[in-house]
Nanobody, 125 residues
Framework: QVQLVESGGGSVQAGGSLRLSCAASGRTVNSYGMGWFRQAPGKEREFVATFSWSDDSTYSADSVKGRFTISRDNAKNTVYLQMNSLKPEDTAVYYC??????????????????WGQGTQVTVSS
């Protein structure tokens, strides 16, 4: 079992920055990577970014490329999402996820078996 604890959400004006953190505990050794999804009110959950343990590769949604950066601290078993140049359309609950099903694509939620409780990000114009 894996436990995920997210932090770092909040409210910010457009153009501002936030950094989300997600600390993982439990059996992460069998995972393939970690990442972030988000879900805005009335919308489907949306892939944001992920990285792979095996080759350090990272993948991001087109909507956040150039603005969001995913990184990790192996010693702390923590993944981060640095969000810059935030836009009102980035407003959503952000979820930390752990990848365990590599047969699905990086943006497919079925790739990810463990989800955090979510942290709210609100961007005002």
């Amino acid at each position: 079992q894996v436990q995920l604890v997210e932090s770092g959400g909040g409210s910010v004006q457009a153009g501002g920055s936030l950094r989300l953190s997600c600390a993982a505990s439990g059996r992460t050794v069998n995972s393939y990577g970690m990442g972030w999804f988000r879900q805005a009110p009335g919308k489907e959950r949306e892939f944001v970014a992920t990285f792979s343990w095996s080759d350090d590769s990272t993948y991001s949604a087109d909507s956040v490329k150039g603005r969001f950066t995913i990184s990790r601290d192996n010693a702390k078993n923590t993944v981060y999402l640095q969000m810059n140049s935030l836009k009102p359309e980035d407003t959503a609950v952000y979820y930390c996820v752990v990848s365990v099903n590599p047969s699905y694509g990086y943006s497919d939620y079925r790739r990810y078996a463990y989800w955090g409780q979510g942290t709210q990000v609100t961007v005002s114009s």
